[in-house]
């Protein structure tokens, strides 16, 4: 039940900042900070603080999807981290080791000559793995 609260509360304050964002005319990016913790409380009288930092940190996106030509990656890297685009099923079509000198990284990859489904990028430091998916046209 604490999970579903969680998502609840995330996804709240997701719609909150891009409300404000859309309503004030100020653009929130990755180098904005709006809130560092969330405290939640649930019906029985306990609460926690869950922080949000080690989300922002560890964010990375890639778009647009649908995708037809190109599609960017970016995240911020660490340490060397590996990037790969896999198909539905799991076949590695990409794979690229990144360089730990920068702090952003940002790439764009060409998927025309890719048949039309669903996608998905990896970006794997060794330590943690994360996948997004993408859609092409």
Do not use: C, W
């Not at 560890?58 to 340490?79: G, L, M, W």
């Not at 060409?110 to 993408?134: C, E, H, M």
């Amino acid at each position: 039940m604490r999970g579903i609260t969680v998502l609840v509360a995330f996804i709240f304050l997701l719609i909150n900042v891009n409300t404000v964002s859309a309503q004030s005319g100020v653009n929130f990016d990755n180098n904005t900070e709006v809130v560092e913790n969330i405290r939640l409380i649930d019906t029985e009288g306990g609460s926690d603080i869950i922080s949000l930092k080690h989300a922002k940190e560890n964010e990375f996106s890639v778009y647009p999807s649908p995708a037809k030509e190109d599609i960017n990656v970016q995240f911020e890297i660490k340490q060397a981290t590996t990037i790969r685009m896999s198909n539905i099923l799991g076949n590695v079509l990409y794979e690229t080791t990144t360089s730990s000198n920068k702090r952003f990284y940002s790439t764009t990859l060409n998927v025309s000559n890719l048949p039309k489904g669903l996608y998905f990028i990896t970006i794997d430091d060794g330590v943690n793995a994360q996948t997004k998916r993408f859609v092409k046209q």
